[in-house]
């Protein structure tokens, strides 16, 4: 129905004034008061005394003018409608006044609920039936009587449909509002996430990559005459990391592109089976990096793998910009259900503390890793798992563990 009735339209819809309407009422009632005062000229009632034939004409006055204000004030119109139909009745006039009385009703069961409904219909369905008793307008009387209580109980009913049947109308209507904001909540957080996903591997390529960059180039600074072969190493090294951090983020800006254009033989995804090319990468950073693979190794999802090889090299990124030259162990255990990745480091020297007086102690890290450490956190908990991060001796020490057991990466974002 939501396809066919705009949500917005029908609340308008339902919502206005009556006033614009109460025109039609007014043009109804005056065919009806026509109708009445002619069907009760015709019944005979004219050779009744001019008292008797006044009070059945005014009787009849009010009961069109209560259609007339049937949306204005519905109790009172259906309370005056069903005493006058009684008057008119009870005097011998035309009994057809009972379609006031249903038009009425109608819109008094469709305004409102009421917990004993069947009570004003059947008093005005008794006032009626009391009136033609009385009136015996006809020899047929009895006939009349049914009729007459059956068009009113017919109005009521009628607008207890009505009624029910706008309700539904408004349900669905609210249905499906609720079901467009639900839907734009849901696109809007598929957004945020998809924000964070890409911010987390932007950081990731790019922080490892310029920390090995910027790492190497001052070495090459110190030595450049001193040892020329030297610094030809290092410029290696960094047009290799230059290549390999411009290669990925194409990779990552292809997929954002394409959604279903890209090569996957152009997109391998890195995973925990690459850490001895990143202990490599590290070690020419001048950190001696030893790698602890415990457990047997096993192919893990490819988003674990991911996060997995991710949290392994931001970790040692953060040895790199803030030990330097110094020992450092990346641990790799692999679990029946979880697998768990630890970096920890010594601390800088005592040489290159001196030569690099900014760089900061173990126990400030954590509160200065930025991004990198929240970019951490959120892997882990994508994953039902968890990160600890802290100082360990005169060092500093990550580890992170990750659900492997049958695992969806979860809608959570730890801060």
């Not at 991911?306 to 970790?315: D, F, N, V």
């Not at 760089?359 to 890793?369: C, D, E, N, Q, V």
Request: with cysteine; charged share 20%; proline share 5%.
């Amino acid at each position: 129905m939501s396809g066919i009735i705009p949500a917005p339209q029908v609340r308008r819809f339902l919502a206005r004034r009556p006033r614009p309407l109460v025109l039609l009422d007014v043009a109804l009632a005056a065919l009806l008061c026509v109708g009445l005062l002619w069907a009760d000229a015709l019944s005979g009632a004219h050779r009744a005394v001019d008292g008797e034939l006044a009070l059945r004409t005014v009787g009849i006055a009010f009961a069109a003018l209560a259609v007339a204000a049937r949306r204005l004030c519905p109790r009172l119109s259906f309370a005056v409608a069903s005493l006058c139909a009684f008057v008119v009745a009870a005097l011998g006039g035309a009994p057809q006044v009972s379609v006031c009385v249903a038009l009425t009703a109608y819109t008094l069961a469709a305004t409102a609920e009421y917990a004993l409904w069947w009570v004003r219909p059947g008093v005005a369905s008794l006032l009626m039936a009391t009136g033609i008793s009385i009136g015996r307008v006809s020899s047929s009387w009895v006939a009349v009587l049914a009729a007459n209580v059956a068009i009113i109980c017919l109005g009521w009913f009628a607008g207890l449909a009505a009624r029910e049947h706008r309700n539904r109308i408004i349900a669905t209507a609210e249905q499906e509002a609720e079901r467009e904001r639900q839907h734009a909540a849901r696109i809007r957080q598929a957004a945020i996430d998809e924000r964070l996903v890409i911010a987390r591997e932007l950081h990731d390529i790019v922080a490892h990559s310029m920390s090995l960059i910027a790492v190497r180039a001052g070495v090459a600074r110190m030595v450049m005459d001193s040892d020329p072969a030297q610094v030809a190493e290092t410029l290696g090294i960094v047009e290799t990391t230059t290549r390999q951090a411009l290669h990925e983020m194409r990779l990552l800006v292809e997929v954002l592109r394409h959604e279903h254009a890209v090569d996957p033989a152009l997109t391998p995804t890195p995973g925990l089976a690459d850490t001895a090319a990143l202990a490599d990468q590290i070690r020419s950073a001048g950190v001696d990096l030893r790698l602890d693979v415990r457990g047997t190794a096993r192919p893990l999802p490819a988003a674990v793998d991911l996060s997995a090889y991710r949290i392994a090299q931001e970790a040692l990124t953060n040895v790199v910009r803030h030990a330097g030259p110094t020992r450092a162990t990346l641990r790799i255990e692999y679990r029946t259900e979880d697998v768990v990745i630890e970096v920890t480091d010594s601390g800088p020297s005592e040489p290159h503390r001196r030569k690099a007086p900014g760089l900061r102690p173990a126990a400030g890290r954590a509160a200065s890793a930025g991004h990198g450490l929240i970019g951490m956190r959120e892997r882990a908990a994508l994953f039902d798992g968890r990160l600890r991060a802290g100082p360990h001796g005169k060092g500093f020490r990550v580890q992170a563990l990750l659900r492997t057991g049958g695992i969806q990466p979860s809608d959570r974002h730890v801060d």
